[in-house]
């Protein structure tokens, strides 16, 4: 990933449809939209690379980058990465960021995060991150999480903001017994192309969601993957995550 950049449009696309397959579709209704229309609903939920088929993933963007496809599906939010780099513009970060929540195409906020391998002092990543994690409550959206080596301080504040929407770590790669812990704090995990198999297996379904993330392996692949070792039909694990992404993006 350029980490000079927010999104990454690159000419290596993917398709996150099954080839021949018509994607779910499921009536869809937001706020600021007065009718109701149908939408695809994305199998990967977290992207930095833009799908062939516009809203089969949700396209990760940095509010200054956010520049959507029509019928697309996207997340926006301040990544720990640039808090430092970007200090000295990031309350124009935050008034972009608050433009966009109330933007049709915007299903969730993030990657908001903590990490302690970034050049930003982890104070300053737990302010920005409580922010987010906020105003990700008052729009009524999900929270999708980059996490590095700071489990205690992420337990902390979902303690502290006592969230109602979900909150998913994304790209999960710890062990069974730290899915465990956050499935028992109510977290969902998102799982890409490196994972502990065992960590994936013990996962419940109904907190499960697939992503791509950075990786040139394409959805397809990853769906077949999980679905060997869950030991589960591969239809089946779909529409059971496409259930998933239904309840938690869309039903708002």
């Known amino acids: 990933m350029d980490r000079s950049k ?17 994607p779910d579709m499921i009536p869809f209704h937001k706020k600021t939209i007065f009718c109701t229309i149908r939408m695809i609903i994305p199998v990967d939920i977290h992207t930095h690379r833009r799908p062939q088929v516009p809203g089969t993933a949700i396209v990760n963007c940095f509010p200054e980058s956010f520049v959507p496809q029509t019928e697309g599906w996207y997340s926006v939010g ?33 990657e908001a995060g903590l990490d302690k391998l970034a050049e930003a002092p982890l104070t300053l990543q737990i302010e920005v991150f409580e922010y987010q994690a906020r105003l990700a409550e008052e729009a009524d959206k999900p929270l999708i999480i980059h996490l590095v080596k700071a489990v205690d301080e992420l337990l902390k504040l979902k303690q502290k903001i006592q969230p109602v929407k979900p909150w998913i770590i994304h790209g999960f790669r710890g062990k069974a017994a730290l899915a465990e812990e956050y499935l028992r704090h109510g977290f969902y995990l ?6 502990q198999e065992e960590a994936l297996c013990i996962m419940p379904s109904e907190r499960l969601f697939i992503e791509t993330d ?37 039903r708002q």
């Open 78 to 110: 301040i990544h720990p990465w640039y808090i430092a780099s970007f200090a000295a513009s990031l309350n124009d970060s935050k008034a972009r960021f608050e433009e966009l929540l109330d933007h049709p195409q915007v299903l969730a906020v993030g």
């Open 6 to 22: 927010g999104c990454i449009w690159q000419s290596d696309v993917f398709c996150a449809a099954t080839p021949g397959e018509v």
């Open 190 to 195: 998102s799982f890409g192309e490196k994972y």
């Open 214 to 250: 950075e990786s040139t392996v394409s959805v397809d692949t990853l769906y077949e993957r999980a679905a060997i070792l869950r030991k589960t039909p591969l239809e089946e694990l779909r529409r059971t995550i496409r259930k998933n992404v239904g309840e938690i993006f869309f």
